[in-house]
């Protein structure tokens, strides 16, 4: 294919795939941000954000809330992702730049209901940085009481911010690192859990943790879904780099598919393990896990107090840097593209020339990060509230979304591929609404509060003469 001069940006360098910086000018943006990524570091980024051990942190409440039977609660709820990741594979390809479901709404559908995609997801994005220094924080604290919560949380942020402003490719090395770390302490925990079990500690080997009859029930397994998924949220993450890879739309597809399948198979596997090692099940289920520390309990059973800190530790720090690292990373770009349409503050849209960073947006995301994570760190059920709160907006977000494979594929162009354009949106959106009835009752009065607060600042927009445009696009 021949390219004009003056669509190309100025001196590429060897990293930069040429055919990709004419999918963002088709749609009449200038490049600013630099294609550094390959395959490799878009699964590590999806990898690192979703965090291999994640259900470190959230063992107990997930084994309360599914009567035991978490490996299930995991199943489904990556079959629910790989559905939605099918969607985004869709979308990707016909809208190829960073907002992810923001754009492809936006410009699936029409400008307004991109819009209140993206502000839908602003409440998931901006508020996961808050949560995972708070959940790092509080385990730091656990285990060296001497320094206050507030203090991790300060630590944690001002580190990952550095880190961010000074480029994507150092933010790729540490999240690899990271991610190397975090699978060596999986494999370590799953190694002696195994042999542990075929001991005789635990339960013994048994499939109650993938199905058990005597305490299955659809809004059981439901609810439970609605509190694992949090554990997936982040494969999402890797569309907001749609403009930072060199590999075309379709690499950003594969990259999300393959995370989450990797993920997916590592979450059963641990959870299976964790759950024939607790000690007391049926306390477990009854009174629940309100210190977070079932998990390192039944590591303790497998291989004492050495592999439940070394569990607790890693928990810490996979949370507070890798974690907050890449969520970071996202939320900003999804700032970015939304202030690049005069959605937002023009002031986010702003990229540093020598880094390729939109500094601006990374900043603002560590302010609101500091402070919502010291105001929830007051309050006992900060941890609980946040999380639900996340996965709400994430449950508005992906339904909008499938509702844009939908309009795009099947009304506008008329595909006749009616499997991926029908039936597998209309399926999610079909599961996301049985798990949004099952989630916390506070978190929908909040998520649906949100979402109106949108409807009012759209319809500000709309009356100051600023309803939402998309460059290359009517309103």
């Known amino acids: 294919m021949h390219h004009s001069a003056s669509l190309l940006p100025p001196p590429p ?44 942190g959230i063992f107990g409440g997930v084994f309360a809330a599914s009567g035991g039977m978490v490996a299930l609660a ?62 790092a924080a509080v385990a730091c604290t656990d ?36 991610l190397i770390a975090e699978l060596v302490v999986l ?60 590999g075309g739309s379709r690499q950003i597809g594969v990259a999300m598919t393959g995370a989450l399948l990797l993920v997916g198979v590592l979450f059963i596997a641990q959870t299976w393990v964790a759950s024939l090692l607790v000690a007391d099940p049926a306390t477990l289920i009854a009174d629940g896990d309100p210190d977070g520390t079932a ?69 603002l995301v560590a302010a609101l990060s500091l402070v919502l994570g010291l105001y929830m760190a007051s309050r006992a059920d900060g941890i609980a509230l946040l999380s639900s709160l996340i996965n709400f907006g994430a449950i508005i977000a992906f339904a909008i979304l499938h509702a844009s494979v939908i309009w795009h594929h099947l009304i506008r162009r008329r595909s006749r591929r009616l499997g991926v354009h029908l039936l597998i949106p209309v399926s999610g959106i079909g ?8 989630t916390n009752i506070l978190a929908q009065k909040v998520g649906l509060a949100w979402v109106g607060c949108g409807i009012v600042v759209l319809i500000g927009l709309t009356l100051a003469g600023r309803r939402p445009r998309l460059s290359g696009l009517g309103a």
């Open 143 to 178: 285990a060296i009481p001497t320094v206050p919560v507030w203090a991790w949380i300060v630590g944690f942020l001002l580190l990952n911010t550095i880190i961010n402003l000074y480029g994507l490719r150092m933010t790729a090395r540490v999240t690899s690192a990271f």
């Open 431 to 438: 599961i996301l609404g049985a798990v949004a009835i099952h």
């Open 74 to 135: 995991y199943t489904v709820g990556m079959l629910a992702m790989l559905i939605t990741a099918c969607s985004y594979t869709q979308m990707v390809r016909a809208f190829p730049m960073a907002g992810s479901v923001y754009n492809y709404a936006g410009r699936g559908i029409g400008p307004r209901i991109g819009f209140l995609a993206g502000w839908a997801m602003l409440l998931d994005y901006v508020l996961v940085p808050g949560l995972l220094s708070l959940v």
């Open 13 to 56: 360098r060897p990293f930069e795939a040429i055919t990709d910086v004419d999918e963002v000018t088709r749609f009449a943006y200038q490049p600013q941000l630099r294609r550094t990524l390959g395959l490799w570091p878009l699964l590590a980024f999806g990898l690192v954000f979703m965090v291999p051990i994640a259900p470190f």
């Open 295 to 363: 998990f390192y309990d039944a590591a303790q059973v497998a291989g004492g107090h050495p592999l439940a800190t070394l569990t607790a530790v890693a928990t810490a720090l996979a949370w507070g840097i890798a974690n907050s690292l890449v969520a970071q990373v996202s939320t900003s770009r999804l700032l970015f593209a939304m202030a690049r349409d005069r959605q937002l503050p023009g002031f986010l849209a702003r990229v540093s020339v020598r880094r390729a960073v939109p500094v601006n947006a990374v900043l």
């Open 187 to 246: 494999a370590i925990f799953l190694a002696v859990g195994v042999w542990a079990l075929s001991q005789g500690r635990g339960q013994g080997f048994s499939l109650d943790p993938v199905f058990n009859p005597g305490t299955f029930t659809w809004p059981v397994l439901l609810g439970a879904v609605s509190v694992a998924m949090l554990s997936f949220l982040g494969f999402d993450g890797i569309s907001m780099l749609a403009e930072e890879n060199r």
